[in-house]
C-alpha cells in the first residue's frame, strides 16, 4: 500500500516518513521544493503545494492513507484549502487520514467530520524539538539557557512518537473519529530539562531564568512576530492543563512506551556541543 505524507521534510513528517518506511509500507512524500528535499532512499518525492489543490493530483492518486497537516505556508496559516483537499482524498480512493494539529482548526477539520474518510486528529503536546530550536546556538556558544518560567511543567512528546502513532493509525486503522492527544511519559519542568539536557551533553549548562517582560523583550529582539510572542507567554506562562498532563495514547496505539527527554537528550546532545 502506498500513503502521502504532508509535511514529509519537517519535524513531524519526517518521522511518518521513517516509521511507515520500517512498516514495510511505499511512501509518497509531498514538497513543494523536491529538488531541495533531503529524504530516505526509497520513498517517492512529489511535489505540489496544498494551498493551491489543482497541483495535488498526481501526489493522491493510488494511495490508501493521507497523513496531513493542517496549514499551508511558512507562516503556518490555516489550511484554507481544506474541504478541496478532502475532496480530492474521496475522489482518489484515499480511506484513512491523520492529522497533525495545529494552533488553529480550519475547513480540513469540518470537511473531515463530514467526509466517510477514516480520520484520526493528533493533538501532540509541546515538541520536545523545540528545545533544539530554542536552546541549542545559546548552549553551544555560552552553556546557558535563558527563558522565562522554570517551574512551569510540559508534558513534551518526542516527534518520533507522534510519526510512529501516524504511521500505525495510518497502516493498521483505529481511533477513527477521535482526537488524541499525544504527550511523552513525564510532566517536567524547565530546570529539570536543563539538568537532563546537561548530563546528556556531558557538560554543565546554567539556567538563568528571564522575567515575563525580559523574555518578551528578547523574542522581539530575535524577530519573533508580535503575535507569536502572545501566544509563547500564554502557552508558557499559564500552560493549560492538557500541556502538563500525561496520556497513554502513545502507548495505546504504538504497543511502545513514549519515549523520554532524557532519550530525546542523548539522540540529540551532538547539536548542543561546540563544534570541536
Ligand atoms: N512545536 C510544537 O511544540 C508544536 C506542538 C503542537 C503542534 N505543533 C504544530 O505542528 C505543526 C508544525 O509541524 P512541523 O514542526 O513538523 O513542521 P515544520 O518542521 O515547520 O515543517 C513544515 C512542513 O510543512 C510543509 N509545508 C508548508 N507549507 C506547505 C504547502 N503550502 N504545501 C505543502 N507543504 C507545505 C513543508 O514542506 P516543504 O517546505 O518541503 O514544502 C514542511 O515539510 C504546526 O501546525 C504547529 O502548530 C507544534
Given at each position: 500500500m502506498t500513503f502521502l505524507v504532508t509535511g514529509a521534510t519537517g519535524t513531524v513528517g519526517r518521522h511518518v516518513v521513517a516509521e511507515l518506511l520500517r512498516l514495510g509500507q511505499d511512501v509518497r512524500a509531498l514538497t513543494r521544493d523536491p529538488a531541495k528535499a533531503d529524504l530516505p532512499a526509497g520513498v517517492e518525492v512529489v511535489g505540489g503545494d496544498l494551498a493551491d489543490p489543482a497541483t495535488l493530483t498526481e501526489a493522491f492518486a493510488g494511495v490508501t492513507g493521507v497523513h496531513l497537516i493542517n496549514f499551508a505556508g511558512d507562516a503556518y496559516g490555516?489550511?484554507?484549502?481544506g474541504a478541496e483537499l478532502v475532496r480530492l482524498a474521496v475522489a482518489s480512493g484515499v480511506r484513512r487520514v491523520t492529522v497533525l494539529g495545529g494552533r488553529d482548526q480550519g475547513p480540513l477539520e469540518d470537511a473531515l467530520g463530514a467526509s466517510g474518510l477514516e480520520w484520526t486528529m493528533l493533538a501532540p503536546?509541546?515538541?520536545?524539538?523545540n528545545t533544539r530550536q530554542w536552546w541549542a546556538g545559546s548552549v553551544r556558544a555560552e552553556g546557558v539557557v535563558r527563558e522565562p518560567f522554570g517551574g512551569r511543567r510540559s508534558a513534551m512528546v518526542h516527534e518520533a512518537d507522534i510519526g510512529a502513532v501516524a504511521a500505525a493509525l495510518l497502516v493498521n486503522g483505529g481511533r477513527h473519529g477521535e482526537e488524541i492527544v499525544l504527550t511523552g511519559p513525564e510532566a517536567i519542568t524547565t530546570t529539570a530539562k536543563v539538568r537532563l539536557l546537561a548530563e546528556a551533553v556531558g557538560r554543565e549548562i546554567e539556567y538563568v531564568e528571564l522575567t515575563e517582560e525580559q523574555a518578551r523583550a528578547r523574542w522581539a529582539a530575535d524577530g519573533m512576530p508580535a503575535e507569536l510572542i502572545e501566544f509563547l507567554v500564554e502557552a508558557l506562562?499559564?500552560?493549560?492543563?492538557i500541556g502538563y498532563t500525561v496520556t497513554t495514547a502513545v502507548e495505546d496505539v504504538t504497543g511502545r512506551p513514549a519515549r523520554t527527554f532524557a532519550q530525546w537528550a542523548a539522540e540529540n546532545a551532538a547539536d548542543f556541543r561546540p563544534a570541536a
Open positions: 490555516a489550511l484554507e484549502s503536546t509541546e515538541f520536545m524539538s506562562g499559564n500552560t493549560p492543563e
